[in-house]
């Protein structure tokens, strides 16, 4: 593992992140980053060009053993990313506060509430709202420390998909585009941001 690594392994984490994936059919990555500066739009921008970027996706594609974006290399015996840069060649970031009902916000991806998000469960994989409550509030706390917290919606531009790559296996791309479950939030902890990434289709 690299230095970047983050550990979803722990409970709170993976459970949420693995009943997001059923629900919404997904696969949901959970990336950690550090607030250097005042302007967290700034650090997210800077975060999402870095190494740290892609090699904690790299890592987490191969921890839960989808290799979506490895391609096994029989002369090495290992899986190696797949050539190419996952964030598109131009974007503009768009970050927008969600101030209230946050707790919400995150609850729906689990209860497929699409009147709060991109949250079809296609295969109806939803689950009820109260245990959905309780496994929000279990990683909101252990993210947080059970400090105050603040949650950004990302507009989901930033990084290519298959329509853009004309449905390629072979080329690094992340969000399924086309009628999908897209979606890009930020986690907002004292000194350090955690970006959730949703890319369910039917």
Known sequence: MNTDYFDISQNPIKLFLDTVDSVLN???????FELKTENMNLDFSNFIHSESFIN???DQDKEREWFNMH?????????KLRKGNILKD????EIKEI???KNEYLIGMLTGDTTKGRFNSFYSKQIEKEKAKAIVD???SYLSLYANWKLFFVEPNFLKDAVENNYRNKVLHY???DYANDTATIILTKGNGYL??????D
């Open 26 to 32: 997904s696969n949901t990555f959970l990336l950690k």
């Open 56 to 58: 904690q996706i790299s």
């Open 71 to 79: 391609d096994f290399d029989y002369k090495t015996k290992m899986y």
């Open 90 to 93: 131009k974007f503009e970031l």
């Open 99 to 101: 101030e209230e009902a």
């Open 138 to 140: 279990n990683l909101i």
């Open 175 to 177: 969000f399924g585009g």
């Open 196 to 201: 959730l990434l949703t890319n369910g289709i």
